[in-house]
């Protein structure tokens, strides 16, 4: 066993099922069978005669994945992981049985990847605008990084999509276009910011091949060559590019790589030229250890080849904006054809490999990425580091592998350290910021759904709300049919919110409470002078839209607010009147000189002349009472106590008249009582039969209800009920012992006349 590390003090050694020695020796001893062999036979059993989804043999298809990533050099332990992990979908319980017989972190390796693999799968079934699915295949690109703490996991996952896209391809079987559009979206950008190139160009060949079938034919002809003999040729001129460097006493690795067909065709397309113009369809890349030993390569290389014109750039001397430092010229090589050099020291291809203005950033933009897109973008800032750290020692972790936990903590994690990606039972990723919880899922869902929620269930098991969610988990949202948030989700020290969105939503919650709160109270206070001002059927948005709000609620909320005078609105409510003329005055003695004024008023000092009870306060005998002369309408008969008739009179003393009630008034005199409208307003607390009890009272008294207007209004105590009685009266005294048995009534608060 291979003990590097110790484990740390009060914990269980990990035991190592499948090491790799540190010499580098066979990861088998005598006493171990091969871990490879052993989840073959483990697994066969259960994959042989049974299919995938894509129609794939599924004992076939976890041995070419065990094949890929041997090629790559990675671990036998990772190689039986394959089987182990396509074997869990033929269990009833894949994760206990694989921990008894291989352990837990083989285990938890099943269950991580196939959650990934249902994602996917999720991902290409979902039929959503293309903004939308550009967000979710992105997230679902950070998620293959992200999930889990376990790299292998991403591994794995790039070895299976490219058996599955081989075997297509071998088996001359038409490969879905979804499942194509997420290799070359998702798989080959993953596998470019791992820097597992051999990976990268052929899955973006083989999908290129699916997506654009016709397009791949012409590069192809194009080409007019194979791989191989593309690869052989470039081979060769690496070779005499290297003892050449090495001749002259420049010490250089020398790299070399003929351009893949999609590489070519994407070049075409994002800067518009025809095939001949692309000079990098082979290319050499040059590493030296010195500054002056780049400038002493590129004088080689032109001596040996002839470079082309207007084909050479700086980028040492003149860096991009994003840092990236390199030289690069084209030459003809011995068969006359274009050949790409990049030369650049150790420091330069360090920066351009792993640091922000990493090359592959731009190449991810699409077919338009060479128009200047930058490489600093948040996704590249967030890995920049981590990539550095743990992407470019993946392989070399892997065949130290012992036990996923303990070099997660060396390694730091895949570089999220502020996101989180959890799935929805309908397995979408849901991205978060670090340390969310289920009620910040809830919102970033829908905002009503984080209204409504009560509880959650995260990976099956319910837990408290203010739980931090990690990478992986499935939320299950718990909610009622309506209610709303707690203020308890707004206090920090509790941990129920992380989100800054969703403490944004459940404080909007709260305040359009209190905007409600405020509005009804404004509503109310406009209300009650409507009453007192006898204008109860004036609507109220046109009354909002005469004061200049656009809506009655609008009114009310700066009424809420005591922002708004309530003065405006009785002011606007009373009729504007004029100082009557000289003429005016006659004409009015004149019309009243016939008859007697109704109702037995009469006017001293102004004999005969036209009166009308003023209905703001709608005057009775014996009230005392005052006359003001108006336009065209004589005089306005209004209680002394009258509010109106106390303002009018101290703008305008002149228009005052004394008045009085004439003999007929009571019925003296032989004739009838004369009948007055008077207004009762009786506030109570509202409750079913109130308005019966005090339409009783007034009938058993003998008196005429001609009109009644009631209006409730919902508070703290239950309800507040304004009830507005129109009765016809001869005697205001006699009203007032009818209005004393009124406020004996249940309930009732408070009985006034207006």
């Given at each position: 066993?291979?003990?590097?590390?110790s484990?740390?003090?009060?914990?269980?050694?990990?035991?190592?099922?499948?090491?790799?020695?540190?010499?580098?020796?066979?990861?088998?001893?005598?006493?171990?069978?091969?871990?490879v062999?052993?989840?073959?036979?483990?697994?066969?059993?259960?994959?042989?005669?049974h299919?995938?989804?894509?129609?794939?043999?599924?004992?076939?298809h976890?041995?070419?994945?065990?094949?890929?990533?041997?090629?790559?050099?990675?671990?036998?332990?990772?190689?039986?992981?394959?089987?182990?992990?396509?074997?869990g979908?033929?269990l009833?319980?894949?994760?206990?049985v694989?921990a008894?017989?291989?352990?837990?972190s083989?285990?938890?390796?099943?269950?991580?990847?196939?959650?990934?693999v249902a994602?996917?799968?999720?991902?290409?079934?979902?039929h959503v605008?293309?903004?939308?699915?550009a967000?979710q295949?992105e997230?679902?690109?950070k998620?293959?990084?992200?999930?889990s703490r376990?790299?292998r996991?991403?591994?794995?996952?790039?070895a299976?999509?490219?058996?599955?896209?081989?075997?297509?391809?071998?088996?001359?079987?038409?490969?879905?276009?979804?499942?194509?559009?997420?290799?070359?979206?998702?798989?080959?950008?993953l596998?470019?910011?791992l820097?597992?190139?051999?990976?990268?160009?052929?899955?973006?060949?083989l999908?290129?091949?699916?997506l654009?079938?016709?397009?791949?034919?012409?590069?192809?002809?194009l080409?007019?060559?194979?791989?191989?003999?593309?690869?052989?040729?470039i081979?060769a001129?690496?070779?005499k590019?290297?003892?050449?460097?090495?001749?002259?006493?420049?010490?250089?690795?020398?790299?070399?790589?003929?351009?893949?067909?999609?590489?070519?065709?994407?070049?075409?397309?994002g800067?518009d030229?025809?095939?001949?113009?692309?000079?990098?369809v082979?290319?050499?890349?040059?590493?030296?250890?010195?500054?002056?030993?780049?400038?002493?390569?590129?004088?080689?290389?032109h001596?040996?080849?002839?470079?082309v014109?207007?084909?050479?750039?700086?980028?040492?001397a003149?860096?991009?904006?994003?840092?990236?430092?390199?030289?690069?010229?084209?030459?003809?090589?011995?068969?006359?054809?274009?050949l790409?050099?990049?030369?650049?020291?150790?420091?330069?291809h360090?920066?351009?490999?792993?640091?922000?203005?990493?090359?592959?950033?731009?190449?991810?933009?699409?077919?338009?990425?060479?128009?200047g897109?930058?490489?600093?973008g948040?996704?590249?800032?967030?890995?920049?580091e981590?990539?550095?750290?743990?992407?470019?020692?993946?392989?070399?972790w892997?065949?130290?592998?012992a036990?996923?936990?303990?070099?997660?903590?060396?390694a730091?994690?895949?570089?999220?350290?502020?996101?989180?990606?959890v799935?929805?039972?309908?397995?979408?990723?849901?991205?978060?910021p670090?340390?969310?919880?289920?009620?910040d899922?809830?919102y970033?869902?829908?905002?009503d759904?984080g209204?409504?929620?009560?509880?959650?269930?995260v990976?099956?098991?319910?837990?408290?709300?203010?739980?931090?969610?990690?990478?992986?988990?499935t939320v299950?949202?718990v909610?009622?049919?309506?209610?709303g948030?707690?203020?308890?989700?707004?206090?920090a020290?509790l941990?129920?919110?992380?989100?800054a969105r969703?403490?944004?939503?459940?404080?909007?919650?709260?305040?359009?409470l209190?905007l409600?709160?405020?509005?009804?109270?404004?509503?109310?206070?406009?209300e009650?002078v409507?009453?007192?001002?006898g204008k109860?059927?004036v609507?109220?948005?046109?009354?909002?839209?005469?004061?200049?709000?656009?809506?009655?609620?609008?009114?009310?909320?700066?009424?809420?607010?005591?922002?708004?005078?309530?003065?405006?609105?009785e002011t606007?409510?009373r009729?504007?009147?004029?100082?009557?003329?000289?003429?005016?005055?006659?004409?009015?003695?004149?019309?009243?000189?016939?008859?007697?004024?109704?109702?037995?008023?009469?006017?001293?000092?102004?004999?005969?002349?036209?009166?009308?009870?003023?209905?703001?306060?709608?005057?009775a005998?014996p009230?005392?009472?005052?006359?003001?002369?108006?336009?065209?309408k004589?005089?306005?008969?209004?209680?002394?106590?009258?509010?109106?008739f106390?303002?009018?009179?101290?703008?305008?003393?002149?228009?005052?008249?004394?008045v009085?009630?004439?003999?007929?008034?009571?019925?003296k005199?032989?004739?009838?009582?004369?009948?007055y409208?008077?207004?009762?307003?009786?506030?109570?607390?509202?409750?079913?039969?109130?308005?019966?009890?005090i339409?009783?009272?007034?009938a058993?008294?003998?008196?005429?209800?001609?009109?009644?207007?009631?209006?409730?209004?919902?508070?703290?105590?239950?309800?507040?009920?304004?009830?507005?009685?129109?009765?016809e009266?001869?005697?205001?005294?006699?009203?007032?012992?009818?209005?004393?048995?009124?406020?004996?009534?249940?309930?009732?608060?408070?009985?006034?006349?207006?």
């Amino acid at each position: 066993m291979k003990t590097g590390r110790s484990a740390p003090a009060g914990t269980a050694p990990i035991v190592r099922l499948f090491d790799v020695p540190a010499d580098g020796a066979s990861a088998t001893s005598d006493a171990e069978p091969d871990p490879v062999a052993r989840a073959r036979a483990f697994a066969e059993p259960l994959l042989a005669g049974h299919a995938l989804d894509t129609g794939e043999d599924a004992l076939a298809h976890a041995e070419g994945v065990a094949a890929i990533l041997n090629g790559l050099g990675a671990a036998p332990a990772m190689q039986a992981a394959a089987y182990l992990v396509y074997a869990g979908d033929f269990l009833t319980k894949p994760e206990e049985v694989v921990a008894k017989a291989f352990g837990t972190s083989y285990a938890s390796l099943v269950t991580n990847t196939r959650k990934l693999v249902a994602i996917q799968r999720a991902a290409r079934e979902a039929h959503v605008l293309n903004e939308l699915q550009a967000q979710q295949t992105e997230r679902v690109r950070k998620m293959l990084l992200a999930f889990s703490r376990d790299l292998r996991v991403v591994l794995l996952r790039l070895a299976s999509r490219l058996q599955t896209l081989r075997y297509y391809a071998l088996a001359r079987r038409p490969c879905p276009t979804p499942l194509a559009r997420e290799s070359m979206q998702v798989f080959a950008p993953l596998a470019n910011r791992l820097g597992i190139w051999q990976i990268k160009w052929e899955l973006e060949d083989l999908s290129f091949r699916v997506l654009h079938p016709g397009d791949y034919r012409t590069v192809a002809r194009l080409l007019d060559e194979t791989r191989i003999a593309r690869e052989q040729d470039i081979e060769a001129t690496r070779r005499k590019l290297a003892d050449a460097l090495a001749a002259q006493g420049v010490r250089a690795e020398v790299h070399g790589r003929p351009k893949h067909l999609y590489s070519i065709w994407k070049k075409m397309q994002g800067k518009d030229m025809p095939f001949a113009r692309v000079l990098d369809v082979r290319a050499l890349r040059v590493i030296v250890d010195a500054l002056p030993d780049c400038y002493a390569a590129l004088s080689r290389v032109h001596e040996l080849y002839r470079p082309v014109p207007d084909e050479f750039d700086d980028y040492i001397a003149r860096p991009k904006a994003n840092g990236y430092q390199s030289l690069h010229t084209v030459v003809l090589g011995d068969d006359r054809r274009a050949l790409e050099v990049q030369i650049r020291t150790r420091a330069m291809h360090e920066h351009a490999e792993h640091g922000v203005a990493a090359h592959w950033a731009y190449k991810e933009a699409g077919v338009r990425g060479y128009a200047g897109v930058s490489a600093s973008g948040g996704f590249e800032a967030q890995v920049a580091e981590a990539r550095k750290a743990v992407l470019r020692q993946l392989l070399e972790w892997e065949r130290d592998f012992a036990g996923h936990g303990a070099n997660e903590a060396e390694a730091g994690g895949p570089g999220f350290d502020d996101r989180i990606y959890v799935f929805t039972p309908q397995a979408a990723v849901v991205e978060l910021p670090a340390g969310a919880t289920a009620i910040d899922f809830a919102y970033n869902l829908h905002t009503d759904l984080g209204h409504r929620c009560r509880g959650a269930r995260v990976d099956g098991a319910m837990l408290p709300l203010n739980t931090p969610l990690t990478n992986g988990q499935t939320v299950e949202i718990v909610a009622a049919k309506e209610g709303g948030p707690s203020l308890d989700w707004l206090n920090a020290e509790l941990g129920y919110l992380r989100s800054a969105r969703s403490r944004s939503k459940v404080r909007a919650w709260f305040n359009a409470l209190a905007l409600q709160a405020t509005v009804a109270r404004g509503r109310e206070a406009v209300e009650k002078v409507l009453q007192r001002e006898g204008k109860t059927a004036v609507k109220l948005d046109d009354l909002a839209s005469r004061l200049g709000f656009r809506n009655a609620d609008a009114l009310f909320e700066v009424v809420g607010k005591d922002e708004f005078s309530l003065h405006s609105i009785e002011t606007l409510l009373r009729p504007t009147e004029v100082v009557p003329t000289a003429d005016e005055v006659i004409a009015l003695r004149r019309r009243g000189s016939d008859t007697a004024p109704a109702g037995g008023v009469l006017v001293v000092g102004v004999e005969s002349l036209l009166t009308s009870l003023a209905r703001c306060c709608r005057p009775a005998p014996p009230d005392a009472i005052g006359g003001y002369v108006t336009r065209g309408k004589g005089v306005a008969v209004h209680r002394s106590a009258c509010t109106n008739f106390r303002q009018m009179a101290a703008r305008a003393p002149e228009r005052v008249i004394p008045v009085a009630w004439g003999a007929g008034h009571g019925g003296k005199g032989g004739g009838a009582p004369a009948l007055y409208p008077v207004d009762v307003i009786v506030e109570a607390a509202d409750r079913q039969g109130l308005l019966r009890d005090i339409s009783e009272v007034f009938a058993k008294e003998k008196m005429n209800v001609i009109g009644v207007n009631t209006q409730s209004v919902k508070d703290a105590q239950g309800g507040t009920a304004w009830m507005t009685f129109t009765i016809e009266v001869d005697d205001a005294d006699r009203l007032a012992q009818v209005m004393v048995r009124v406020g004996k009534i249940g309930g009732v608060r408070s009985v006034r006349r207006k």
